[in-house]
């Protein structure tokens, strides 16, 4: 059984797939591998997937950006999520954590959210790239928020971070697993999560719904799809795998290692997740008229 990652090894993607499947070999009675299918964002990997026989042995690890690609870059996406795919189930949840530079006089959501409407465009944010959930994050915030930032997108996270930790960028939304150390270090000051509620990895952050934004919510997350046509019967074996194993103490443990937790569930409630997360960000890239670099 395969499990094409659309990422490069190494990243939280990469993490997910290796921890969710270890287990996985001694459940199903078949070696479960890991692939690594770089490319376009993600869209290599997915219209492999797309295109694979609907017999259960080759699945997709689906990600955020699998739900924004379809409404940045229309045009160049082979594949629809809604009839080229089949949910099988959620995997992990990784929190997005809205920081600041220690210089910035801001302590609060409520803080930053006054701030920045008294001096509109000029606050800026950094993110690891145009349409990337770190990014979406922020542009939801301001549109919740009715604030406007100054957006500089960078090639990849670190660069951002690097950045912020410097003093160049003001604000970021960054995934959990890069951002804890530097919060707990001081060098950065959290001001709150982006998810419903509150991280298992660090409880003392507040949600930035309860922050002063309410109904806020954006995540990174994974989860598992099979291509459309899977049979019903191998999709419910498959979610009885998953789910078994996002269930054990050492994946949960592992998971939350890297910042991420662990999200089992149905394959309908995996769906409409789907859906729900592809029309939200259809939204704000249409509200804010984001364009591909």
Request: charged share 15%; proline share 9%; net charge neutral.
């Amino acid at each position: 059984i395969t499990l094409v990652v659309a990422y490069p090894p190494g990243g939280p993607n990469d993490i997910t797939a290796r921890v969710v499947t270890s287990p996985l070999g001694s459940y199903w009675k078949h070696p479960v591998v890991v692939d690594n299918r770089a490319g376009a964002g993600g869209a290599i990997g997915a219209q492999s997937v797309a295109r694979a026989e609907p017999d259960g042995y080759t699945l997709l690890l689906l990600s955020i950006n699998h739900t924004i690609l379809p409404s940045l870059r229309p045009s160049s996406i082979p594949y629809n999520l809604a009839s080229d795919f089949t949910p099988v189930c959620m995997a992990a949840m990784y929190p997005i954590i809205l920081v600041v530079n220690p210089s910035l006089p801001v302590h609060s959501v409520r803080d930053l959210i006054a701030y920045a409407k008294a001096r509109p465009g000029k606050v800026v944010f950094g993110s690891s790239g145009i349409g990337g959930g770190e990014h979406m994050a922020a542009e939801l915030f301001c549109s919740q928020a009715g604030i406007k930032m100054l957006h500089v997108p960078y090639k990849g996270s670190a660069l951002a971070i690097t950045d912020l930790l410097g003093g160049h960028v003001q604000v970021m939304f960054g995934a959990a697993p890069s951002i804890v150390p530097h919060v707990k270090s001081g060098r950065l000051r959290g001001l709150g999560i982006s998810s419903k509620e509150r991280f298992a990895g660090m409880p003392e952050l507040v949600t930035i719904g309860e922050a002063g934004l309410p109904g806020y919510q954006a995540n990174s997350w994974t989860g598992v799809v099979a291509p459309a046509g899977t049979p019903p019967g191998i999709v419910e074996k498959l979610n009885e795998g998953l789910n078994r194993s996002l269930s054990t103490p050492e994946v949960k443990a592992r998971l939350l290692e890297v910042g991420g937790e662990a999200m089992p569930g149905s394959p309908l409630e995996f769906g409409r997740f789907i859906s729900e997360e592809q029309s939200k960000w259809a939204t704000i890239i249409r509200q804010n008229d984001i364009r591909p670099e």
